[in-house]
């Protein structure tokens, strides 16, 4: 009984990592704008100008004042051209029209209201027939239609996605504010072997650190490879504590448990201020959170499994956070299960599994065994289904909580 009182739960194992940062400020940087996919911004971006600055066609086609037309006239006089940067420097008068292109600016003087489709109209020499009549303002981008001066563009807190460099290239920047990259260092612990070595009996691959590093990648974290930590105690000491000052945070897998041979928990424990470990969840349970030194600490499960989902469930939103991202929220879905089971009351459990289409209606599939060591289960699933504390019994149709594993990596 004793042993369950130090576990705690995922709810409150989340406050605590969030809760953390609150006195946490990253620093910032000026970058090239087109370097910044993936960045998070540091401040609010103003736009300079209106967008577009001025009224523009939309189309291909004829530039016209309605009232030419309005009457039912349907022929028109062409009296020049407008082009993208290139714009045509008179008034329209009633009875004429001008060839214009998609994207040229239609200026005050113009007079022009409005555009007919090229593909509406009959062109022969100076004179077009317009065979389907518009209506009235008709295929313009009005000024500032998409983004008015001053209007604040891009939120402080944003992280950049490529399609944002289109936005970012239409404001004229060189050079945006952004957070500076997280600083990670990422150590395994144990006796196993690059997956790059060679094979000897009885060794094992290390399964874990690529798979964190490109996740810690993929969180546009700045990450240095610290190697293995044997399993020896002065030398996970030496190890940690010659690194420390020079990362954001720490993040180990394997050697957490309360073993004699889990050095990387012996020295947190006695080294370290430790904020949480033990968890009330599987799998994971062996999951420490706290500071060494000043450096903020993880360190996840051994077992494949277990250290991947809870790196994507507690600290992907973490370095989010960290990161100054200002949206963290993972999209949630509530899909009825198409499986029955029962589970141990009093901790979370984490299922890998997979949203199906039966019948037209979609259901979650769970992974047929949920062994924090089977590495198929996350290789072979879309994402994680997880079942609260409180639940002892699943049955079909009880709806439950699904997360793509994309959808908490975005």
């Known amino acids: 009984m004793e042993k369950n009182k130090r576990l705690i739960s995922v709810f409150l194992a989340k406050k605590k990592m969030i ?26 971006i ?78 022969t020499s100076k004179i077009i027939k317009i065979v389907k009549l518009p209506e009235k303002g008709d ?20 992280k ?9 290239s239409s404001l004229g920047l060189k050079k945006i504010k952004v957070f500076k990259k ?18 000897k009996k009885y060794t094992i691959f290390d399964a874990n650190k690529t798979v964190l590093i490109n996740l810690l990648k993929r969180l546009g974290c700045e990450i240095s490879d610290m190697g293995l930590i044997k399993d020896n105690y002065e030398h996970t000491k030496r190890k940690l504590n010659k690194n420390l000052s020079s990362f954001d945070l720490i993040i180990t897998s394997g050697g ?15 080294s370290g201020k430790v904020n949480f470990w033990q968890l009330a969840l599987k799998p994971g349970r062996p999951f420490a959170f706290g500071k060494l030194n000043d450096t903020p600490f993880i360190g996840l499960p051994g077992n494949p499994v277990a250290a991947v989902i809870t790196f994507l469930m507690l600290v992907t939103n973490y370095l ?12 949630e879905r509530i899909v009825p299960a198409n499986f029955e089971m029962t589970k141990k009351s009093g901790r979370t459990e984490w299922l890998r599994g997979s949203i199906k289409v039966i019948n037209n209606n979609y259901f979650l599939e769970k992974f047929h065994t949920s062994g924090s060591g ?23 149709g009880t709806l439950l909580k699904f997360y793509r594993y994309e959808d908490i990596l975005n």
Do not use: W
């Open 320 to 331: 989010k956070k960290l990161s100054g991202i200002r949206k963290t929220e993972i999209i």
């Open 256 to 270: 957490v448990s309360k073993s004699r041979i889990d050095h990387i928990g012996n020295f947190f424990s006695m």
């Open 139 to 158: 295929n313009i981008r009005k000024k500032g239609e998409d983004i008015k001066i001053n209007q604040v563009a891009f939120k402080k807190g944003r």
């Open 160 to 168: 950049i996605r490529t399609v944002d460099l289109t936005q970012l």
């Open 374 to 396: 089977i590495i198929s289960s996350i290789s072979n699933t879309d994402g994680i289904i997880e079942i609260n504390e409180d639940v002892k019994y699943i049955k079909k």
């Open 46 to 123: 103003f736009s300079k100008n209106n967008i577009p600055e001025f009224d523009n066609s939309a189309v291909d086609g004829f530039g016209i004042n309605y009232n030419s037309i309005k009457k039912g006239n349907n022929t028109l006089k062409i009296v020049g051209e407008s082009r993208p940067g290139k714009p045509f420097k008179k008034k329209v008068k009633n009875g004429e029209a001008i060839v214009i292109f998609t994207g040229a600016f239609i200026l005050k003087i113009n007079d022009i209201d409005t555009v007919c489709y090229e593909e509406n109209c009959e062109m």
């Open 19 to 44: 809760d953390s940062l609150k006195d946490f400020k990253n620093s910032s940087e000026l970058i090239d704008f087109r370097n910044s996919e993936n960045r998070v911004l540091a401040e609010n």
């Open 182 to 199: 997280i600083k990670v260092g990422v150590f395994s612990s144990g006796n196993e072997i690059s997956p790059s070595s060679v094979k």
